[in-house]
């Protein structure tokens, strides 16, 4: 490659005049893809005073305008598929299925919030504290600029479910992208562009985390962070200093509970792909199985043997189950969660090494049992292709196993009974609980809200939810004049009768 060919041309639509660039890796094959520009704290504050000016026409322009803009983009995402499946394939190491999902995803957010975000946000009128006399009505405003940091596991789509209910509500955005997974979000940014976002709109910086990152956190209204737990302490810390809001999404140990009333090859088939889909770099994948002992032994030999049956490399088509993972800090961090459970004495039924005749980053989906709280990947999210299996003697005690983590992002119910699945998922503590679904069925219901409990974030983006981040509330209340309220002590004196007559009033008619 010439060093010409490494100046990719999406990244010309990057705030970046700092000359300096780093090399992007491909993981598939280990060559660099690209010199990706890096941005400067200046760089920063000047896309977030375009997206600023930007942002005041855009909200002007209403919902209507915003939300033809959004469907168009919709259209143009689908259009463009097979370029961005590229290019995500390409920076990621996914296979083309799992990419497929982050399209998916990205498509159905532009329409849910285009469709949605009108009603959602209009101004209701809301019940006074003393009927007839106030009137009163909450409207929205856009915060301004929302600032959205996001990592490299699931560029397209991450990015569009933070900045898409953005952009609906009237806001400017400036995001940092993470250096791997730029392009794909570079793509993407564009089918908005073209559909009729301005490109001030939505500035897009990358560059050293730390450094373009709090610039990022001090320039914007409200902050959008996905990514890992420590890092999105600092960012809530940072953001929390200057009182404005943040919604953090963060990392998760997730755990899988398989009840002893399932059809264990059936469990086993609907377990695998939760645990290896993008190769376990995902943030709601299961990394935790609990199985009941009664099926424990023929769902762990199905699941070990599905896991052995999934077909590995680096393809851009559909010919793949499971791809590379994404960089050699992952590879090393997957290398040293196994290499360590194994010094302690876990049993590897499937996998456990990393296939370099495939590609620099490959590893093979593993499958342990006889974990134990010593382990790194005990307790620790992994982020890769590693999954451990429990026994457990009663549903109690998969609960109990379950919850006990510092997560709480995502869970999953294997049930042959909806009835009792719904019981079990009503005593998980994780933010999202799927039932004979590891994670899609909720990650795909963008009405509903996604985030984390305990260690796992703050917040929830998607649903109504996730677009009432992104506004103030604004409470408009007026006297009618109908009765002048009380101002003197006579005057309070003469009113507090009647008021306690209203109050027992409203109660007996249960007026809230
Ligand atoms: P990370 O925290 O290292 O980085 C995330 C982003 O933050 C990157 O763009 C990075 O450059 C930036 N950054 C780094 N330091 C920063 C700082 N001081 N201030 C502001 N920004 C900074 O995470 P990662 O390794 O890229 O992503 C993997 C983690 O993300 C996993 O823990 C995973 O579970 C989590 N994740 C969570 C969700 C979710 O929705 N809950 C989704 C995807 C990934």
Known sequence: ???????????????????????????????????????????????????????RSWRQAGFAHRRAVLLKAHDLLLERREELLDILQTESGKT?????????????????????????????????????????????KPKGLVGVITPWNYPIALSIMDVVPALAAGNGVIQKADNQGALSILASRRAFIDAGVPAALWGVVAGDGTLVGNAVVDAADYVCFTGSTPTGTKVGERAMATLTGASLELGGKNPLIVLDDVTPHKAAAGAVYSVFSSMGQLCVSVERIYVARSVADEFTTAFADRTKALSQGPALDYTTDVGSLTSAAQLERVQKHVDDAVAKGATVLAGGRARPDLGPYFFEPTVLT?????????????????????IVDSEEEAIAAANDSEFGLNAAVFSGSISRARRVADRLDAGSVNINEGYRASFSSTDAPMGGMKHSGLGRRNGPEGLLRFVEARTVAEATGILTLPRTGPEWAAMTGTMIVLLKALKVLRRR
């Open 370 to 390: 006889n974990v134990t709280p010593d382990m790194e990947c005990f307790a620790h999210e992994t982020f890769g292709p590693v999954v451990a299996i429990s």
């Open 96 to 140: 083309r299925g799992q990419a497929f999902e982050e399209i998916f995803e990205g498509a159905t957010v532009a329409r849910y919030y285009a469709v949605s975000a009108r009603n959602v946000l209009r101004t209701r009128r809301r019940r006074a504290g003393i009927p007839i006399v106030i009137k009163t009505s909450v409207s929205y």
């Open 1 to 55: 490659m010439t060093a010409t060919s490494l100046t990719h041309p999406l990244v010309a639509d990057l705030t970046s005049t700092t000359g300096v660039t780093v090399p992007v890796i491909a993981p598939f094959t280990g060559e660099v893809l690209h010199e990706m520009p890096t941005s400067s704290e200046q760089d920063v504050r000047d896309a977030a005073a375009a997206a600023r000016a930007a942002q």
